[in-house]
């Protein structure tokens, strides 16, 4: 059984930074596209980055260009998001989302939060 487990969501102050991982089992993690998608109230989960097999390949939506990276350990099966520059607008509960041949597999989330 496949599951992907987020943690490290918390309550920053804007200007602050988090680090959310993502680690994954019952995954061949080396063959999955993996990804990190937000949802904030009463809006649309929306995709943040995705990074590709060997990472060497990256994507980041515009509004977190320059501020946010998505890295991966292969070894530990672990996908990471580092997020600086916190803005409340990046007030969202985050989704790890991996993608293997036909099948997709989601995480349950964690919760970020930047508010003074």
């Known amino acids: 059984q496949v599951q992907l487990v987020e943690s490290g969501g918390d309550l920053v102050q804007p200007g602050g930074s988090l680090r959310l991982s993502c680690a994954a089992s019952?995954?061949?993690?080396?063959?999955?596209?993996m990804s990190w998608y937000r949802q904030a109230p009463g809006k649309e989960r929306a995709l943040v980055a995705s990074?590709?097999?060997?990472?060497?390949?990256?994507f980041y939506a515009d509004s977190v260009k320059g501020r946010f990276t998505i890295s991966r350990d292969n070894a530990k099966s672990t996908v990471y998001l580092q997020m600086n520059s916190l803005k409340p607008e990046d007030t969202a509960k985050y989704y790890c989302?991996?993608?293997?041949?036909?099948?997709?597999?989601w995480g349950q989330g964690t919760q970020v939060t930047v508010s003074s």
């Open positions: 019952g995954l061949t993690f080396s063959n999955a596209v």
């Open positions: 990074i590709t097999q060997t990472g060497i390949s990256t």
């Open positions: 989302k991996g993608r293997a041949a036909l099948n997709m597999y």
